[in-house]
């Protein structure tokens, strides 16, 4: 068993530290807002400490899950960062979506210290957090992955090490990218069944053993006839995610036109007052102006 300092106790991190101290490791958590890390402690143990410096201390493994390349760089290098608590030999994974850009920053100033940093973004949601079946992409060297994989372990149904600092976050960026477009081909398709007089879950029933079938077909067919939006990833990060794959394929030279489009049709989203809605609202964008 690990000790663990957990960073981030959001609707993702919050389960996640508990799958940890479930499995019986020492966790001692950190939370912007402390009333959330108290109580993280009353229902799970474990102890939480009022900066990440203070968490960090003595801990063979940080855990990140914050927001974004900001809170990240505040949270790690930041003057009560966890780089200032951690010992020599020590392992940061860092499960925020964040640029390949800030992962390589961290990166370089965790090998300069004698830290390991894995880049390890999830996907899955917060049901796959809360049933820890996440899927975790990572990059980083070989032997801080192996080392940090078995504690992983405990919220994960899939970890894989895509190569080195950074292939976890471009493995992400591809995750977000396929996300947006079968997202929008679905809202067109029950958009159209509806528009022609369909029932919407025969059709679904139907398509759905075929090969239009999909995760998100399944889990989110219902609540998107319904006109619900309020269980899932928000509009606000998706924008924030695809605003950073958009950046990175100019830097590499990838071309993303239907990822561009659908960027902004979130942003029409957005402008209906649906920024905290769960991305599958691009419906709702159809059904209101069609």
């Keep these: 068993m690990a000790k663990i300092a957990f960073l981030g106790l959001g609707v993702m991190g919050y389960p996640m530290a508990g799958h940890l101290a479930a499995k019986g490791h020492d966790v001692t958590v950190y939370n912007r807002t402390t009333a959330k890390a108290e109580a993280w402690v009353a229902q799970h143990g474990g102890a939480f400490a009022t900066t990440p410096a203070e968490a960090a201390k003595g801990a063979d493994f940080v855990m990140t899950c914050v927001g974004n390349d900001d809170d990240l760089r505040a949270v790690c290098a930041g003057p009560e960062g966890a780089f200032a608590g951690m010992a020599p030999g020590a392992i940061l994974v860092d499960h925020t979506t964040v640029s390949a850009k800030v992962t390589a920053e961290l990166y370089g100033i965790a090998k300069e210290a004698g830290f390991g940093f894995v880049d390890a973004p999830i996907s899955g949601g917060q049901a796959g957090a809360e049933n820890g079946v996440l899927s975790v992409m990572c990059g980083g060297d070989q032997d801080h992955y192996d080392a940090a994989e078995p504690v992983i372990a405990a919220y994960a149904k899939i970890c894989r090490r895509l190569g080195e600092s950074g292939a976890g ?92 489009l659908v960027d902004q049709f979130y942003k029409d989203v957005q402008k209906l007052g649906g920024g905290r809605w769960d991305t599958s609202s691009l419906i709702k964008r159809l059904n209101d102006v069609g």
């Design 169 to 260: 976050q471009m493995c992400k960026m591809c995750n977000q990218i396929a996300i947006a477009g079968l997202v929008q081909g679905l809202s067109e398709s029950l958009h159209f069944a509806q528009k022609a007089g369909l029932d919407g879950a025969a059709v679904v029933e139907v398509i759905s053993q075929g090969a239009a079938g999909s995760w998100q077909m399944v889990n989110r067919y219902q609540t998107m006839l319904a006109d619900e939006f309020e269980h899932g990833f928000a509009v606000n990060w998706m924008r924030k995610d695809l605003g950073i794959c958009l950046d990175t394929s100019d830097e590499i030279g990838a071309s993303l036109p239907v990822t561009a």
